[in-house]
DNA sequence: ATAACTTCGTGTAATAAATACGCAAAATAT
DNA sequence: ATATTTTGCGTATTTATTACACGAAGTTAT
């Protein structure tokens, strides 16, 4: 029998990442400013070759840490691209997964292989290389879909935080403000947080009370 | 600069399909029992090898018309698996699309590299080659939370069909029964379907109205 | 100290959505 | 004719979602 792995040419298969970033204002997504062809100097999101000795979550990580410094992310597989023409090169697979991060835990690093790395607001990214604007934009709608049965907060938020944090990530990511209220009883009805007792002081206004999520 | 996509070495790809099918009493998948290894005469799901000229989709269609016979059929992607040892061949990805199709639209063509082409009911698959019990379980799930917004009867029931026949369906994919009269409300309030006019004569009881998905 | 300001915490009424439930009508089978 | 099966529908009940306002706890300014 011949060997069936050999006698199929072989495309080459790439892990890009959709890293969200919320640091209590907005909502961010990382890119990165290439340094080389294709698509040199224009911006695109991180992402790096698969290695055969490695999972597409192992990929992403190593390719994270490499290329923006950023370790030990919540990731999860978005869609994997295969249009014929996505890059100049050849033929190549894009497995796409999006990360949730909190900013403020990580310090950036500029790999090798960049210009620039930098936070652009969600809804206003520039131009991007290879199919990334469609990868982008597959990733909101996911977040945004996933936002209504799944609690996104725990990665985007510190530790603990209080309702109107909370809420502030919610309108961010669904594009509306929401009824404080309504969105109280909503979130203490899931189940999937808790008061810790404690309050932020400090502030110019009353102290809020503290939530953390249940694990 | 290196030529980047010779410098890695690259994974295999293959497409890998489960196939709805719906016969009115059972949903079922349709597996196929591998002539050759690995898993030779074992039960799989029908796939193969992607070509670096043509899409996902293309590959499916080509590859599902090969070893099924099934032509033209509504695909959608799963997700996609790229464990270390998934294949004891070597490192092979498999981009995993799932359909829904009509069995009864189809007549079942065994391809040349199959022994056997069975379907199974959903709930009682045999043991499977390669992870895809893992695959099929996935799209067990996906179709399920799928039902409750979408449309997911077109493809599987024919053109026109009873408001008892798409019942019968729902309640096979949900695996609970529902109630009649709510059902009828909730599928008429949806808007995507609507009566024909016609009716379903020549059964047992009173002919039953028939109806039509809206496009 | 006091007043003005900001944000926090909460409850109830109104509306909309989902569920439970029963009976007469249209056909077939005997 | 009579029994049997499956259809088509409507209303009452429960549950979930939405709308909405005010006093309390702090901070800042005078």
Redesign the interface.
Known sequence: ?P???SI??????TIDCVVFGYDGEQLSILLLNRR??PFANQWTLPGG????????EEAAQRILKDKTGIENLFLE?L??F???SRDP?????S?AYYALVNPAKYQLMVGQMANELRWFNWKQLPSLGFDHAQIAQLAQVRLAAKIHYQPIGFELLNAQFTMSELQALHECILGETLDRRNFHKRMMASGLLRSTGERREGLKSRPAELFEFIP
């Open positions: 029998m060997d069936e792995l199929y040419p072989r495309p080459s298969v080389d062809e070759f698969l290695h055969l000795e490695e999972t597409f597989q869609y994997t295969g249009g014929l090169r050849g033929r190549v697979l497995v």
